[in-house]
């Protein structure tokens, strides 16, 4: 089931990217493509030609005060991504990204935010928690272990939560929504992306 749902949501941005990509007012203006990736040259570490998380939102003050930011991303979801303390990518603490990487969590926010511009801003909100929760399922499973949704709430802010435990306790209010979603014992529990879709809805994030 976890896996059907991930399909269908990742299909689904896929679709709308082929729907939208012979217009230029929702790509990454190249220009700004090709300044983005000079940028994170300057930036990444040699040894894994990655950028750590925690330099994203360095990366984007640095282009800031030199270039415009020409990505079609509406200001929450670019504020998603890369405000300081508000942004969740510097949150994946142990994380690196690629450039390709980076450069496709952009164009899965452009589809975030073309949905809100539509008037569908639910559906946005959704896409927007789909983009963090891909960053680290693996596609080929469909869902989280514990040690991945640890990573994921990291990212999110949600820091604190250290154990299982601790998830139960503070997203008490969603999972009662969902009798059954969380069982014991831990070590098997699968978190899918409706949980986590949910949760990004109901805390406003």
């Given at each position: 089931?976890?896996k059907?749902?991930?399909?269908?949501?990742?299909?689904?941005?896929?679709?709308?990217?082929?729907?939208?990509?012979?217009?230029?007012?929702f790509?990454?203006?190249?220009?700004?493509?090709?300044?983005?990736?000079?940028?994170?040259?300057?930036?990444?570490?040699?040894?894994?030609?990655?950028?750590?998380?925690s330099?994203v939102?360095?990366l984007?003050?640095?282009?800031?005060?030199?270039f415009k930011?020409?990505v079609?991303?509406?200001?929450?979801?670019?504020?998603?991504?890369?405000?300081?303390?508000?942004g969740?990518?510097?949150?994946?603490s142990?994380?690196e990204?690629?450039?390709?990487?980076?450069?496709?969590i952009?164009?899965?926010?452009?589809?975030?935010s073309l949905?809100?511009?539509?008037?569908?801003?639910?559906?946005?909100?959704?896409?927007s928690a789909?983009?963090f929760?891909?960053?680290v399922?693996?596609?080929?499973?469909?869902?989280?272990?514990?040690?991945?949704?640890?990573?994921l709430?990291?990212?999110?802010?949600?820091?604190?939560?250290e154990?299982?435990?601790d998830?139960?306790?503070e997203?008490?209010?969603?999972?009662?929504?969902?009798p059954?979603?969380?069982?014991?014992?831990?070590?098997?529990?699968?978190y899918?992306?409706?949980?986590v879709?949910?949760?990004?809805?109901?805390?406003?994030?």
């Amino acid at each position: 089931m976890a896996k059907v749902e991930f399909d269908a949501w990742h299909n689904y941005i896929l679709q709308r990217r082929e729907e939208v990509s012979e217009k230029p007012e929702f790509q990454i203006e190249p220009k700004t493509r090709a300044l983005l990736h000079e940028q994170f040259d300057r930036l990444k570490k040699r040894e894994s030609q990655k950028l750590p998380a925690s330099k994203v939102t360095a990366l984007h003050g640095a282009f800031a005060e030199k270039f415009k930011f020409k990505v079609p991303l509406h200001p929450r979801n670019l504020a998603h991504l890369v405000w300081p303390y508000q942004g969740y990518l510097g949150g994946f603490s142990e994380r690196e990204f690629s450039f390709n990487e980076l450069e496709l969590i952009y164009q899965n926010q452009i589809i975030a935010s073309l949905e809100k511009t539509t008037g569908r801003t639910m559906l946005g909100d959704e896409l927007s928690a789909f983009t963090f929760y891909s960053i680290v399922c693996d596609q080929e499973k469909g869902f989280l272990d514990w040690s991945e949704m640890h990573e994921l709430l990291g990212g999110l802010r949600f820091d604190y939560v250290e154990h299982a435990d601790d998830f139960r306790t503070e997203f008490a209010f969603t999972t009662n929504q969902r009798p059954g979603e969380i069982k014991a014992p831990h070590d098997d529990q699968v978190y899918r992306f409706d949980l986590v879709r949910a949760i990004f809805l109901d805390r406003g994030l």
